[in-house]
């Protein structure tokens, strides 16, 4: 929680620079042109699990997480390899990332898959600031936005023809999540204050939901055994970013946590 609060003090001094120095009028001038929005939602829905593959240079608990990062390339390979969506961090002072790279990714002939704008959104302008650079689908935080905002940040979203995917932590924000409007709602397995994963409690929360809500099991995640246990507690789709980005062979273990196990054809692909 300290850390959640330290990022989102630094975002609200983030969104209102941003303001002045791109106001919206230039974003909404640039969402014009934005390219054709990807069903992120209909990518979640496919049979078995889905995986969204994250493309993120750093967090703050575990530093750099890849010596030779390469965000683009990261993209081209989960859209090779058995993705169905891709997460890319926007935030650039605790992740490393950016809505530039979002854009780069979100525009690259290579990459076909629908891309998610993960970012600590506390403002519609970042919404649309999303749509405008390609992104197919905005992350939401339950706790890091006033409870009166989030029906207002989940409609916008729907509005430009986006996806929210709605994280909780907890039965109750999973409840304002739905009663807000969400289609699609994360359940973090990570404890904010200890830290653990705790695939159980997700259960629980997951139980909450209605069967017409596709649900995403987040974080902790790190193997394929973590994705069919996944799986069998009803989650439709996963997120995954460290087991990922800090394997050896980026590709293979993509495959692995999409099902594929065929051999590759080039079995040193990396990134």
């Known amino acids: 929680m300290f850390m959640l609060d330290e990022i989102l003090a630094h975002k609200i001094i983030e969104v209102e620079d941003k303001k002045v120095r791109y106001p919206m009028s230039l974003v909404e001038k640039k969402l014009a042109h934005a390219r054709s929005v990807r069903d992120f939602f209909d990518a979640m829905k496919q049979p078995g699990i889905s ?35 891709i997460s ?15 854009e780069r990714i979100a525009n690259d002939a290579q990459v076909h898959l629908p891309v998610m704008y993960k970012e600590f959104v506390i403002d519609p302008y970042q ?3 999303a749509r405008s650079v390609g992104a197919d689908a ?3 935080i339950v706790r890091a936005v006033a409870p009166a905002m989030l029906p207002q940040l989940i409609e916008t979203a729907h509005q430009l023809g986006m996806q929210a995917l709605v994280e909780c932590f907890t039965v109750e924000e999973a409840k304002l999540a739905v009663g807000s409007g969400a289609r699609i709602v994360g359940v973090n ?22 069967s017409t809500t596709l649900t995403v099991s987040e974080s902790g995640l790190s193997s394929r055994a973590d994705a069919l246990q996944a799986e069998q ?12 980005l800090k394997a050896d062979n980026v ?3 993509v495959r692995s946590f999409a099902g594929l196990h065929e051999e590759m054809k080039d079995p040193v692909l990396n990134d």
């Open 88 to 102: 890319v961090l926007a935030d650039e002072a605790f992740f490393g990332g950016g809505a530039h790279i979002v």
């Open 189 to 210: 397995n990570r404890d904010l204050q200890s830290f653990e994963v705790d695939l159980e409690r997700s259960e629980k929360i997951r139980a909450v939901l209605p």
């Open 251 to 253: 590709a293979l273990q």
């Open 51 to 85: 995986l969204i593959a994250e493309v993120k240079r750093k967090s703050p608990s575990k530093g750099e997480l890849r010596q030779d990062y390469d965000a683009l390339s990261l993209a081209r390979t989960y859209s090779q390899h058995g993705a169905r969506a």
């Open 233 to 244: 507690l009803g989650f439709d789709a996963m997120l995954v970013g460290e087991a990922i």
């Open 127 to 129: 919404v649309f600031e």
């Open 138 to 140: 905005v992350l939401l």
